[in-house]
């Protein structure tokens, strides 16, 4: 096993130790470049939950890779959780600029959380990844927020 | 960004400069477990007090303390090394803002350091230097372990939780601590080796049983005010373990002399009447023997609480009735357990082994006197003891610290709870006290 770079376990520590709230990533013990990531859908967002049911909010698992080149290069994120989002796939691919070509290294782990759950409070049909949910969100908003809310709560809850 | 409070850091500095008056009395040094804590919290903070510091001059690319820092036409500046990473040898993307750097052909090279930083940043490495190092996970205790692959610090605690499960990847070196000033695990360490668990000795007698012990000492003592018994006020008695370090040492030791046969010293007799004294005819023989032995020494491994002259004799006391069983952890947690200020190799160097060899040394010239026959002369004794193995153990001896106070004087006094020994500092009679002596009253 390679050495982890100093920074990971500095980042690993403080996510641990000061969680963003609603955000929550656990390193794999195997594997500590590796981590399971669970967000909870952002207040007033279709990814909330039920939350007049009081149930708990929506909930999503996603996976977390740091590759060798990190932090001169994105990790890798991919929701596990479906979700019904124009910028994210079928496969749970994200379509986040930072995590491709407007990558910096001084971001980190706990930026680009942050900035996976802004994106699901604001999601951007102008620049998709699902083309069909993108459509559907262009053409009938409201339904398409309906649909997300469904999903939500079938596969979030 | 300093989220902490400033004012116990620099009362910290401060009292590095200049201790505080109660920290240097002479006879105040046996320890109120009170003042120990205090400068444990107060080095804590100076620890956090730079770490808090140390945030600002941090790169954003390896979250160290930056390392020569060159600055970028957007005045962010970043380690030398993780520029090198970031560019495409023409322009750099500045990691904070994205602003574009141009390069001339020297690439890197051509970018101007920052000066002032690079002061800042080495100040502060070296401010670090200087503070008791605390585990880097909890910033709160002592650092006993060191992760080869994680590169961190870790108290005991901290490192069993993270690295409970990593265990079988990462390679965990352990130390003792033992060094408070300057904590170096690299100097001292054991890898893979938990040190041997520290045995603690049973209290033999009770606090009470102490009491009498102690009132019966101060009564048997020559030359002490005759009022001393009555006017002294007990401040405290407080059952403490006290840290010591028991070496068993084996020596082969090479010894000899060279004796006269006494049978020949026979005197001769001149040509005249007279005897001659001064000619004695002596066969000089060299003698040399093998001895080996094993000793025992048990030195004390905490030696700043205690006042000096009451070391020595607290030195001096002989460890027994150690039990086979080990005790990992004081059988009775409400007692205080000083710690080990001494490191092993420490202890051994400047104490054990001397005495080992002093001692060595008298049973052997001791053996050569006991050999030499009635009437001979001996000479050119010579013992040369060489040490053959060494095993080490940690003990703590259960002892009552006391302290009391007569004629606004505070006197401390240190009773072996196994051996009921008693050392301790006392007042004397004045020439008036004495005089009181005698007057009847």
């Known amino acids: 096993m390679n050495s982890l770079p100093k920074r990971i376990i500095k980042e690993t520590e403080r996510l641990v130790k000061e969680p963003a709230p609603g955000i929550s990533a656990t390193p794999n013990e195997e594997n500590l470049r590796y981590f399971n990531v669970v967000i909870t859908g952002p207040v007033d967002s279709p990814f909330q939950g039920n939350v007049s049911h009081h149930k708990s909010g929506g909930v999503f698992n996603l996976e977390l890779f740091l590759t060798d080149d990190y932090p001169m290069s994105a990790p890798k994120v991919r929701f596990l959780t479906k979700i019904y989002h124009p910028n994210i796939d079928k496969l749970g691919r994200i379509c986040l600029d930072i995590l491709k070509d407007k990558w910096s290294p001084a971001l980190q782990i706990r930026t680009v959380l942050l900035s996976i759950q802004a994106l699901l409070s604001a999601p951007n049909p102008d620049d998709p990844l699902a083309n069909d949910v993108a459509e559907h969100w262009k053409s009938n908003e409201k339904d398409a927020i309906q649909t997300a809310k469904e999903w939500t709560r079938l596969y979030a809850a | 960004m300093l989220a902490i409070d400033i004012q116990p850091s620099l009362m910290c500095l401060m009292m590095v400069k200049n201790p505080p008056h109660q ?346 006197k006991s050999n030499c026959p009635i009437g001979s002369n001996i000479k050119d004794i010579f013992v040369d003891t060489s040490v053959t193995s060494v095993a080490s153990q940690r003990v703590f001896l259960p002892c009552y610290f006391i302290k009391y106070v007569y004629n606004n004087e505070n006197f401390s006094v240190i009773v072996n709870a196994q051996s009921s020994k008693v050392v301790g500092h006392r007042p004397y009679a004045g020439i008036g006290g004495i005089f009181r002596m005698f007057k009847p009253s």
């Open chain 2, 23 to 368: 920290y240097a009395t002479k006879k105040d040094d046996i320890s109120d477990s009170s003042g120990d804590e205090d400068y444990r919290s107060s080095s804590r903070n100076l620890f956090k007090f730079f770490s808090a510091l140390s945030n600002d001059v941090k790169c954003p690319v390896c979250f160290e303390i930056l390392n020569r820092p060159l600055m970028l036409s957007c005045l962010h500046s970043f380690c030398t090394s993780c520029l090198q990473e970031v560019t495409n040898n023409q322009s750099v993307t500045c990691p904070l803002c994205r602003c574009v750097t141009k390069l001339s052909e020297k690439g890197i090279d051509g970018l101007p350091i920052n000066r002032d930083l690079t002061n800042v940043c080495e100040s502060i490495k070296k401010a670090f230097e200087f503070c008791p190092k605390v585990c880097d996970h909890c910033f709160q205790k002592k650092v006993t372990r060191k992760c080869e692959q994680c590169c961190i610090f870790l108290c005991k605690g901290c490192c069993d939780t993270l690295h409970a499960k990593r265990n079988s990847h990462h390679t965990i070196i352990i130390s003792d601590g033992s060094s408070v000033d300057d904590f170096d695990v690299e100097s001292h360490v054991q890898i893979e080796n938990e040190f041997d668990p520290p045995l603690y000795l049973p209290f033999n007698i009770t606090r009470k049983k102490c009491t009498t012990i102690f009132r019966d000492w101060v009564r048997s003592l020559w030359f002490a005010p005759s009022d001393l018994n009555e006017k002294l006020v007990l401040r405290y008695i407080k059952p403490v373990y006290l840290p010591y370090w028991i070496f068993e040492a084996h020596t082969t030791t090479r010894y000899g002399a060279t004796m006269s046969n006494g049978n020949t010293s026979i005197p001769q007799l001149g040509g005249t009447n007279n005897i001659n004294i001064g000619k004695y005819e002596k066969n000089w023989v060299a003698k040399t023997n093998l001895f080996s032995n094993k000793y025992r020494q048990a030195t004390i491994a905490n030696n700043k609480l205690i006042d000096r002259d009451l070391l020595i004799q607290v030195q001096s006391w002989e460890l027994s009735n150690i039990p086979s069983a080990e005790v990992t952890c004081p059988p009775d947690p409400k007692i205080l357990t000083l710690a080990y200020l001494l490191d092993e190799t420490t202890a051994w160097k400047k104490n054990a082994e001397v005495r080992i060899k002093q001692k060595d040394k008298e049973l052997c010239e001791e053996r050569v």
